[in-house]
């Protein structure tokens, strides 16, 4: 029988701001900010492999576009995307 995955214990310094919002999330969701915190770590990944998936997507439109129009919009969202406006 596979054991099952267990949590990992880390040690972070967030800022007074951000930590002020965290609690404050918590008490109104009247849930523990360990709690608030993972859900915003997996809304925060899940962002992360959605950004990269619609990045490859653009790419490979860019790839097999014979449009300059298109192919010169979609260079600029992907460089957009990349290094930022």
Same mark, same amino acid.
């Given at each position: 029988m596979a054991?099952? !995955?267990?949590?990992?214990r880390l &040690?972070? +310094?967030?800022? !007074? !701001?951000i930590a002020k919002r965290i609690r404050a @999330?918590?008490?109104?969701?009247? +849930? &523990?900010?360990n709690r608030i915190l993972v859900d915003l770590l997996e809304a925060g990944l899940q962002f992360?492999?959605?950004e990269k998936e619609r990045f490859l997507? @653009? !790419?490979n439109q860019l790839?097999?576009?014979?449009?300059p129009a298109e192919r010169q919009r979609l260079q600029k969202e992907l460089a957009r995307i990349t290094?930022?406006?």
């Open positions: 054991k099952p !995955a267990r949590g990992l &040690s972070v +310094t967030i800022p !007074a !701001a @999330m918590a008490k109104m969701h009247k +849930t &523990s900010v992360k492999d959605a997507a @653009m !790419a790839a097999e576009s014979s449009n290094f930022g406006e």
